[in-house]
């Protein structure tokens, strides 16, 4: 079945830098869109990236434009997001997510989430 597992949240510094790595199995990844979403306490899930299935095109909400980077190794199956200059507001679990299916019936599968906490 479909398994994405996060990993490499933690407490880091305003202004510091996170990597993230998503590892997927179950499915053909290379086939993919992968998007990164997150949820703060208290707010709904908001999506943050996206990267097309080659890598070719990658897209970021505004709030995070500049500061993070949505990278993929279809090799190795995994999705990664550099997270850098990284604000209070950032704070959030962090969810990588893959849409198969079709248009009229779409299958959203995520992972747990790892927790990135932003704080001095």
């Known amino acids: 079945q479909v398994q994405l597992v996060e990993s490499g949240g933690g407490l880091v510094q305003p202004g510091g830098s996170l990597r993230l790595s998503c590892a997927a199995s179950g499915f053909i990844f290379s086939a993919y869109t992968m998007s990164w979403y997150r949820q703060a306490p208290g707010k709904e899930r908001e999506w943050v990236a996206a990267?097309?299935?080659?890598?070719?095109?990658?897209n970021y909400a505004d709030f995070v434009k500049g500061r993070f980077a949505i990278s993929r190794d279809n090799a190795k199956s995994t999705v990664s997001l550099q997270m850098n200059s990284l604000k209070s507001e950032d704070t959030a679990v962090y969810y990588c997510k893959v849409r198969r299916g079709t248009s009229r019936s779409p299958i959203d599968s995520w992972g747990q989430g790892t927790q990135v906490t932003v704080s001095s």
């Open positions: 990267i097309t299935n080659n890598g070719a095109s990658t």
